[in-house]
């Protein structure tokens, strides 16, 4: 007839509730998929995180020297090469030739489609010294001179990052020019945090989005 009987009402009533059930539980399957999800994120993030320590935890006894010029190792003997820029840095410490180099030897480089160096200039020459003290000696010994010249070649040092790290630290560049330029102390705390001090005050600075704009961002006091 026209109207539906008793029984396909209750049937239509029950196939409702059935799909209204299955409908919970799916966004329920959901939300607790998008948990799960967001949880191996963050697990994926962590490891990746001890990961990049590890790696770069295993450089610490390395640094990078730029501006050695191409074929200067005699030899190929790059270790002997590296001690000559070392005596030259230290004139006056007895002890240099006490200082350990384990390995040294160019960074390889990397190709353009043509077949050139993509590289401005020599390429680095990596050491790995035996103690970190020394190498924490050298490093900081560059950086007090500023500008060191060997065999009229200017020379530079920097620690043996990692890619990830080392482009986090590279955006500082501008801020740290702008703090040599005014005087300014600065250090860049591992893995890419840099501090600048400001008479008694220590200012940290985690970003760089404003940094070029005013070097002295009040992020947080010590």
Same mark, same amino acid.
């Given at each position: ?24 539980q799916?966004?329920? +399957?959901?939300?607790? %998929?998008?948990?799960? /999800? ?8 962590? %490891? +990746?995180?001890? =990961?990049? @320590?590890?790696?770069? @935890? ?6 990078? =020297? ?7 190792? !005699?030899?190929?003997?790059? #270790?002997? &090469? ?16 006490? =200082? ?36 924490? !000696? =050298?490093?900081? #010994?560059a #950086? ?9 070649? !200017? ?7 990692t890619? +990830? ?11 740290? #020019?702008?703090?040599r330029?005014?005087g300014? !102390?600065?250090?860049?705390? @591992? ?16 970003? &760089?989005?404003?940094? /070029? ?10």
């Open positions: 007839g026209e109207g539906k009987t008793h029984a396909e009402e209750l049937e239509l009533i029950s196939t409702n509730f059935k799909s209204e059930n299955r409908v919970s799916l966004e329920d +399957e959901n939300a607790a %998929l998008a948990a799960n /999800t967001a949880e191996l994120k963050s697990k994926v993030a962590l %490891l +990746e995180d001890r =990961i990049q @320590y590890q790696e770069n @935890y295993s450089r610490r006894n390395n640094l990078r =020297i730029k501006g050695i010029p191409e074929r200067s190792e !005699k030899g190929n003997n790059a #270790r002997e &090469c590296v001690m000559d820029v070392l005596r030259s840095l230290l004139p006056q410490d007895q002890n240099a030739d006490q =200082i350990v180099v384990e390995r040294a030897h160019r960074v390889p480089a990397t190709l353009k489609e043509d077949g050139r160096n993509t590289s401005a200039g020599p390429r680095h020459i990596l050491v790995r010294f035996l103690r970190f003290a020394d190498r924490e !000696k =050298i490093r900081l #010994r #950086r007090e001179i500023g500008s060191f010249q060997w065999k009229g070649n !200017k020379l530079e040092f920097f620690p043996d990052f890619k +990830e790290v080392q482009e986090k630290r590279n955006k500082f560049f501008e801020v740290r #020019r702008m703090c330029a005014k300014l !102390k600065y250090t860049t705390q @591992y893995p890419a945090v840099f501090w600048v001090s400001l008479g008694k005050e220590r200012l940290q600075k985690s970003r &760089c989005d404003d940094a /070029t704009r005013n070097p002295s961002v009040r992020e947080r006091r010590q």
